[in-house]
């Protein structure tokens, strides 16, 4: 237990010596929503093989931007898939093989149900093709190039632009996944940039100031945003977005179904429902850079308006992922 729970600190300290955080104890709303000013908004995200990005499999699929001035003036646009590698196709025949052997055990248990052969394949496991699947890959959106060519050009595109802010949701995560795509290929990392995590952002400011006016008189808008981040996470991935409408317009007595709601779900997912933004194509790069840019919108109104609540939201110093800043390390 002692040398699994050294390699989590290990793990983490790496993780922020590589990316670094900015860290502001006394941040308020009033803070955050000033720092978009004068800056280029560059929404982006990134579609991948897995959850790591330090296999040999690990590849960006799919990367795209959506640049705006501060006014909201559209600025240009960035998106590209990529060719998957040979490791990764060989992935890919490799579970392909796995889950063929496992069907065979499984028939051969139902004729034999005493056989005690070991599963070689988990179910609820999600394969490469089942990921290539979830995000789109094979539809025809977007022009394939290599990998290589994808992630220096993003960084291109970045940096074209006047004093640059990267949004995304779940940044952390997607710049792990460039920079370490940008290391594959010798090609250094992102310059050092200031990077808004809008998952934080949600989680450190949206929540706790729902929380507080889930106690009050909250608005008709915010009570279905309330309940809206409670609707269990299966209903939210199986619903299209017109769905998800129509079910929050049949709740009944809404201002009641509200004050009961105990845990709130902040995927993107959640959120475009719960600001009635409408996304198509979930989980493919290009249209959850574009959503985002509209809950950002939505939710910088939001802020705005109960900004005069700022001092219950500073944080202390050891939170320092509390609104999600990042930059890269020194180098």
Same mark, same amino acid.
């Given at each position: 237990m002692k040398?699994?729970? &050294?390699?989590?600190? /290990?793990?983490? $300290?790496?993780?922020?010596?590589?990316?670094?955080?900015?860290?502001n104890p006394m941040t308020t709303i009033t803070d955050i929503l000033d720092s978009f000013q004068?800056? /280029?908004?560059?929404?982006f995200d990134t579609e991948t093989t897995g959850l790591s990005g330090t296999k040999e499999f690990s590849q960006v699929t799919e990367i795209a931007a959506v640049a705006f001035d501060s006014q909201g003036q559209q600025l240009g646009e960035y998106h590209f898939k990529t060719e998957l590698s040979p490791s990764v196709t060989s992935k890919i025949d490799k579970e392909k093989q796995k889950q063929i052997q496992q069907r065979e055990i499984?028939? *051969? *248990? %139902?004729?034999?149900?005493a056989s005690n052969e070991k599963d $070689?394949?988990?179910?609820?496991?999600? @394969?490469?093709?089942?990921i290539l699947d979830m995000t789109g890959y094979q539809k025809d959106t977007a022009p394939v190039v290599e990998e290589k060519e994808a992630l220096e050009g993003f960084k291109n595109f970045v940096v074209s632009f006047p004093n640059p802010l990267l949004i995304a949701h779940n940044a952390t995560f997607d710049m792990m996944q460039i920079n370490n795509g940008l290391k594959r290929h010798n090609s250094g990392y992102m310059p050092k940039l200031q990077v808004l995590d809008t998952l934080q952002l949600v989680n450190n400011y949206m929540k706790p100031l729902l929380k507080i006016l889930q106690g009050g008189s909250?608005?008709? *808008? $915010? &009570? *279905?945003?309330? $309940?809206?981040? @409670?609707?269990p996470a299966k209903d939210i991935k199986s619903l299209s977005s017109?769905?998800? %409408? &129509?079910k929050?317009?049949?709740?009944?007595?809404?201002? &009641?179904?509200y004050k009961t709601v105990n845990k709130m779900f902040v995927s993107l997912g959640h959120l475009t429902a719960g600001f009635d933004v409408n996304l198509t194509n979930w989980h493919t790069a290009i249209a959850d850079a574009k959503a985002l840019s509209k809950i950002l919108l939505e939710l910088s109104q939001l802020m705005s308006t109960y900004e005069h609540m700022d001092t219950r939201f500073d944080l202390p110093r050891k939170r320092a992922r509390e609104i999600g800043y990042q930059r890269s390390k020194k180098r």
């Open positions: 040398k699994f729970l &050294q390699e989590i600190i /290990t793990s983490e $300290v790496k993780k922020i010596m590589s990316e670094g955080f900015y860290e004068d800056k /280029t908004l560059i929404f499984e028939a *051969r *248990r %139902k004729e034999d149900p $070689v394949w988990n179910w609820k496991w999600k @394969s490469i093709e089942d909250a608005s008709p *808008r $915010v &009570q *279905r945003l309330i $309940v809206a981040l @409670s609707f017109e769905e998800i %409408k &129509q929050l317009d049949s709740i009944p007595d809404l201002e &009641q179904r």
